[in-house]
């Protein structure tokens, strides 16, 4: 009877980080570049039960069967999935097309980004909304103002004159990649020597990768799912309970 009650109180603990997730995913549905979280969870290991100490038995143990603990969550991982592209006309906006992401110049060393909404400083180089500098195979990309121009491959012209080229990264497996906040990712591996096949598009911006009406229906699912383990842990709290005031009252 405890042990159902482990098992559907962790069932409960998995659809809140699920609804937290969810929950999330939707939040930044509509910011550039962002890429949906999905939770992983298994169960627990069966745990083998044993009678012990049975004088009946020889060796004194015998094997009752597996009993399973209930679920945890196993793993989060990105779906790294291209989102939408939307037309801003902005020429410091700027979309990436393939497996490949923008590098940044960050007070923690170079991280990497799928976000493209980038501004002019005053020092006239491309910056994200916190100040990162957006990072060119020479450096911090200077552009001097809005007039200039990148080409399919990433090279930037300014004034028709050719200065440098947009660095991008791209990795053996982006499930090594952390997200770090603001839209950032850091990397447990270093990025290939030489990136996959992109291509980038000035005045535009990759859409986040989220689909509400799916995210809305898991969110039904797993609202459901936790208050089928709340009615199943007041159902065995019942059952103890009139087992230890009812059944074993002494008459």
């Known amino acids: 009877m405890v042990r159902g009650l482990y ?16 929950t999330n995913n939707i939040a930044n549905a509509d910011t550039t570049g ?16 044993e009678r012990i100490k049975d004088t009946h038995v020889v060796g004194y143990t015998r094997n009752v ?3 399973n603990m209930g679920t945890q969550i196993d793993q989060l991982y990105v779906n790294f999935e291209q989102g939408g592209m939307e037309e801003t006309g902005r020429s410091t906006d700027l979309a990436i097309i393939g497996d490949a992401f923008f590098v940044m110049q960050t ?25 990162n500098y957006l990072l060119g195979e020479n450096g911090p990309l200077y552009v001097a103002g809005l007039n200039f121009s990148v080409d399919a491959a990433g090279g930037v012209w300014v004034n028709e004159t050719f200065t440098d080229r947009i660095r991008v990264a791209s990795f053996a497996d982006n499930g090594q990649l952390r997200k770090e906040g603001s839209n950032l990712y850091t990397s447990l591996a270093a990025p290939l020597g030489e990136a996959e096949p992109y291509g980038i598009r000035q005045g535009f ?17 797993v609202f459901r799912t936790y208050e089928t383990n709340q009615r199943m ?12 005031n009812e059944i074993g009252r002494l008459r």
């Open 7 to 22: 098992t559907a109180g962790t069932g409960m603990m998995l659809q809140r980080r699920r609804m937290e997730n969810i």
């Open 34 to 49: 962002y890429k949906k979280d999905n939770l992983v969870s298994h169960s627990f290991d069966a745990v083998m039960i």
């Open 65 to 67: 069967g597996p009993l």
């Open 107 to 131: 007070q923690g060393g170079e991280r990497y980004t799928r976000n493209g909404a980038f501004y002019v400083d005053e020092g006239g180089y491309l910056v994200d909304g916190e100040g």
């Open 205 to 221: 911006l990759e859409n986040s990768n989220v689909d509400i009406a799916r995210e809305m229906v898991d969110m039904l699912t």
């Open 233 to 244: 842990m007041q159902m065995i709290d019942e059952t103890v309970g009139k087992a230890v």
